[in-house]
T-cell receptor
Framework: EAGVAQSPRYKIIEKRQSVAFWCNPI?????LYWYQQILGQGPKLLIQ????????DSQLPKDRFSAERLKGVDSTLKIQPAKLEDSAVYLC????????????????FGPGTRLLVL | AQSVTQPDIHITVSEGASLELRCNYS??????LFWYVQSPGQGLQLLLK??????LVQGIKGFEAEFKRSQSSFNLRKPSVHWSDAAEYFC????????????FGQGTELSVKP
């Protein structure tokens, strides 16, 4: 079974430019997550999708970040305009479903996209 | 506030020695607990998870963790460390019934010396 795919793996941009990251979750997984991992810190959830609907985007900086998950499969995360503090690894994860009850579903992570903003 | 604390930023152990990585959590409800490992340039791989039942959980690669509710801890252990275990380890806590959001600790970097 193929894992979570992400592209690009690395990206270097200048501040105020825009950038987009792509994620393809494990086939059949209904829930998709984007995390931001700043150097020296643990990942922090940016946004969670259930199929193509947003479940949680409370920590997404909506003035510059946007995300979509068309058709409930692939997802794109965009930053426009980028700031220096956006330098981080952006991790995509997927899980079969959000149960809403006992039994947290395991999240499977992709390799991440490493972003450097100069 | 919900949080996860990993008190040790960096640990060095000798190959073959035992390992214990500490994790303490603050959570207002029944927690689900996880340990993930991240090798350089890689994503996170699940080592083990605790939902309920036996408080001693076995994972992959010879790791185990023990849930202690009274101490709000979920420490990761391995009896004999291999050089390939050098990586960063993250403890995470998730909600019982509010969806999939995980809260991660800041990580512990493990170095293994020959």
């Amino acid at each position: 079974e193929a894992g979570v795919a992400q592209s690009p793996r690395y990206k270097i941009i200048e501040k105020r430019q825009s950038v987009a990251f792509w994620c393809n979750p494990i086939s059949g997984h209904a829930t998709l997550y984007w995390y931001q991992q700043i150097l020296g810190q643990g990942p922090k959830l940016l946004i969670q999708f259930q199929n193509n609907g947003v479940v949680d985007d409370s920590q997404l900086p909506k003035d510059r970040f946007s995300a979509e998950r068309l058709k409930g499969v692939d997802s794109t995360l965009k930053i426009q305009p980028a700031k220096l503090e956006d330098s981080a690894v952006y991790l995509c994860a997927s899980s079969p479903r959000t149960s809403g009850g006992p039994g947290q579903e395991t999240q499977y992570f992709g390799p991440g996209t490493r972003l450097l903003v100069l | 506030a919900q949080s996860v604390t990993q008190p040790d930023i960096h640990i060095t152990v000798s190959e073959g020695a035992s390992l214990e990585l500490r994790c303490n959590y603050s959570y207002g409800a029944t927690p689900y607990l996880f340990w993930y490992v991240q090798s350089p340039g890689q994503g996170l791989q699940l080592l083990l998870k605790y939902f309920s039942g036996d408080t001693l959980v076995q994972g992959i690669k010879g790791f185990e963790a023990e849930f202690k509710r009274s101490q709000s801890s979920f420490n990761l252990r391995k009896p004999s460390v291999h050089w390939s275990d050098a990586a960063e380890y993250f403890c995470a806590v998730g909600p019982y019934n509010q969806g999939g959001k995980l809260i991660f600790g800041q990580g512990t970097e493990l170095s293994v010396k020959p």
